[in-house]
């Protein structure tokens, strides 16, 4: 009997062969078939297999029964071979019926009597079971066996293989999505902050009571809407100027950093701002503006980011 030990040293005999064709065909080859190397990929990929099927055929194959092994008969059984003699039928086995000689007191068979005995086996022919029929159908051979599941792990490595890499290309391409939005964000946010620094160092010009005047955004106070007009806070002078325009015209003309819009009729200097509540909000020059109930959560987030 065989011990555990030999069991599974005979158990790791058989799979290391598959083992090293798997690990070649991983490390190896499918890199080439990946980058498209075909012309290096199919034939080592097929000297590989025919090495593998080397072994299956030759070196991995046991020793098969009916090719004859040490200590096995080989060929037909020595009653059928050419020029031997059967054995006896059991016919034969009994004496001849002419050297059977009669019992005292008994008269001698005629001539052509066989007598007829109790048990008597049939002929030879009439013992042969039928054969079973031959439907042309043999086993697998173990060493093709062997062959085709090496070219399965060899498919199903490439496969597998193909299926991680679509998953590491398809993070990949989300990664570079992901990163490309951040930087469309920050582009944005600096073409953003150079056309709010170049709002704040021109000076906006108005025409009012017949002249133009010209005033810094940072000077500008408050704004406040009146119809069609707006009265415009600034520093340089104590009197508004009320000039004809829109408030949304105005507030592409400022920039967005530093004003907001706080009610539907006022807009404001963030940075001219000295309190703040949750409903108005107290400027440099002691004004009180209101907030309008759609602005105070948008105009609490900027006075939060500004603070």
Same mark, same amino acid.
């Given at each position: ?66 090719? /004859? ?42 001539? /052509? ?113 009146? /119809? ?80």
């Amino acid at each position: 009997m065989q011990g555990p030990d030999n069991n599974v040293m005979g158990v790791m005999i058989q799979i290391l062969p598959y083992l090293l064709l798997l690990l070649l065909h991983h490390f190896v080859l499918a890199p080439l078939f990946f980058k498209k190397k075909l012309f290096v990929y199919v034939p080592v990929t097929l000297a590989l297999l025919t090495a593998f099927g080397f072994y299956c055929f030759k070196v991995g194959n046991p020793q098969d029964f009916r090719q /004859g092994g040490p200590g096995q008969f080989q060929g037909p059984p020595p009653m059928m071979q050419r020029g031997s003699e059967p054995p006896p039928r059991p016919d034969d086995m009994r004496p001849p019926i002419d050297s059977m000689a009669p019992m005292d007191g008994m008269m001698p068979p005629p001539d /052509g009597f066989r007598p007829s005995m109790e048990g008597e086996r049939p002929p030879m022919d009439e013992m042969r079971t039928p054969m079973m029929r031959d439907d042309h159908r043999r086993p697998m051979r173990p060493e093709v066996m062997k062959l085709l599941i090496g070219l399965l792990l060899v498919l199903v490595d490439l496969g597998v293989m193909a299926y991680l890499r679509n998953l590491h290309t398809e993070k990949q391409v989300d990664d570079l999505r992901a990163e490309n939005q951040k930087h469309q964000q920050r582009l944005e946010e600096m073409s953003r902050n150079a056309a709010n620094l170049q709002k704040a160092e021109t000076e906006l010009t108005f025409k009012t009571d017949y002249k133009q005047v010209r005033v810094k955004p940072d000077n500008i106070l408050y704004i406040e809407g009146m /119809g069609e007009y707006l009265k415009i806070y600034h520093l340089d002078a104590a009197t508004p100027l009320v000039v004809l325009m829109s408030m949304k015209r105005i507030l592409e003309q400022l920039p967005d950093d530093r004003f907001a819009r706080v009610h539907k009729s006022y807009i404001v200097n963030l940075n001219r701002i000295i309190n703040n509540s949750r409903t108005q909000i107290t400027m440099e020059n002691a004004s009180i503006i209101p907030i309008g109930e759609s602005y105070r959560v948008a105009i609490s987030d900027r006075l939060k980011a500004n603070s």
